[in-house]
């Protein structure tokens, strides 16, 4: 099964930026039919949806508070994932996950949607 791998969490202060990438062991086929998404979660709080993109590499879909703020793109190279946050806010600390969804049964939006998850990584903005 494809394992899913988040890299570049970390500490910034309110109004910087943050590139996360997630890299699959495996290329991700580019299909209409499945879906990446990066889900957030902070301490106490439920995992919440931050956005997600079409396997084929669009379109992208993104919740209320991440959008002007936060794109996601799949590299035109591989399988990459990234999430490219700006304007950062205190709230926007938590742990960010990637997840796969190759036949989505549900909304994409959904994390029941996602058969696969990565680790997290930790981003944490001071303000």
């Known amino acids: 099964q494809v394992r899913l791998v988040e890299s570049g969490g970390g500490s910034v202060q309110a109004g910087g930026s943050l590139t996360l990438s997630c890299i699959p062991s495996?290329?991700?086929?580019?299909?209409?039919?499945?879906?990446m998404g990066w889900f957030r979660q902070a301490p106490g709080k439920e995992r919440e949806w931050v956005g997600n993109?079409?396997?084929?590499?669009?379109?992208?879909y993104y919740a209320d508070f991440a959008k002007g703020r936060f794109t996601i793109s799949r590299e035109n190279i591989g399988s990459t994932l990234i999430l490219q946050m700006s304007s950062l806010k205190p709230e926007d600390t938590a742990t960010y996950f990637c997840a796969l969804a190759p036949r989505p049964q549900t909304t994409c939006a959904s994390a029941g949607a996602y058969t696969t998850w990565g680790q997290g990584t930790q981003v944490t903005v001071s303000s």
């Open positions: 495996e290329y991700i086929e580019r299909t209409g039919r499945g879906c």
């Open positions: 993109i079409w396997t084929v590499g669009s379109p992208t």
